[in-house]
T-cell receptor
């Protein structure tokens, strides 16, 4: 079967740094993506890692270790608008994504 | 960026009726469209993969006769929930990937979702 595990909830204050972990076990692996979803909204693409290492995009960075079947999303300089759900997703085949359990991030003042 | 729309954004229907949801790629041609279902506070579950002009590929456990998918053009896919029941109430989200070879094929562009409530 396929499984992608994430912490269910993370809380932090404005300006802080938070890391959301994702461990996966899938039948195929082409890369790990991260998506943000606000309540009632569509998922929006944040980052993609096909190879091991760190990818940085502004305040967000994403890391992948294929040997450990593990990745994380790092959010820096947290803002209130970052309060949302974050999903990791493994690309298991041609354009096909399997989503993680999701992490609800709550940012407080 | 690429824009995907869905219509309607929400729908309420009586049990036993059928509901059609449209997914359109507005400014690009989509090789493939995907349909997901998301229950409250849960993850997105892939229901089916749809390619223009061919039959959709359904995920295990998804009834193809209940969730009819038509992908008539490179910019439009429809999901029809037939004989809907209260347990079909959910948030249905489509996504699309671009046809252009100049783009990375790792990104899916998501529609805003359709909230279905079956009474």
């Amino acid at each position: 079967g396929q499984s992608l595990e994430q912490p269910s909830e993370v809380t932090a204050v404005e300006g802080a740094i938070v890391q959301i972990n994702c461990t996966y076990q899938t039948s195929g692996f082409y890369g790990l993506s991260w998506y943000q979803q606000h309540d009632g909204g569509a998922p929006t693409f944040l980052s993609y890692n096909a190879l091991d290492g760190l990818e940085e995009t502004g305040r967000f960075s994403s890391f992948l270790s294929r040997s450990d079947s593990y990745g994380y999303l790092l959010l820096q300089e947290l803002q209130m608008k970052d309060s949302a759900s974050y999903f990791c997703a493994v690309r298991t085949g041609f354009q096909k994504l399997v989503f993680g359990t999701g992490t609800r991030l709550l940012v407080s003042p | 960026g690429a824009v995907v729309s869905q219509h309607p954004s929400w729908v309420i229907c009586k049990s036993g009726t059928s509901v059609k949801i449209e997914c359109r790629s507005l400014d690009f041609q989509a090789t493939t469209m995907f349909w997901y279902r998301q229950f409250p506070k849960q993850s997105l579950m892939l229901m089916a993969t749809s390619n223009e002009g061919s039959k959709a590929t359904y995920e295990q456990g998804v009834e193809k006769d209940k969730f009819l998918i038509n992908h008539a053009s490179l910019t439009l896919s429809t999901l029809t929930v037939t004989s809907a029941h209260p347990e079909d109430s959910s948030f249905y989200i489509c996504s699309a990937t671009q046809l252009s070879s100049g783009t990375t094929d790792n990104e899916q562009f998501f529609g805003p979702g359709t909230r279905l409530t079956v009474l």
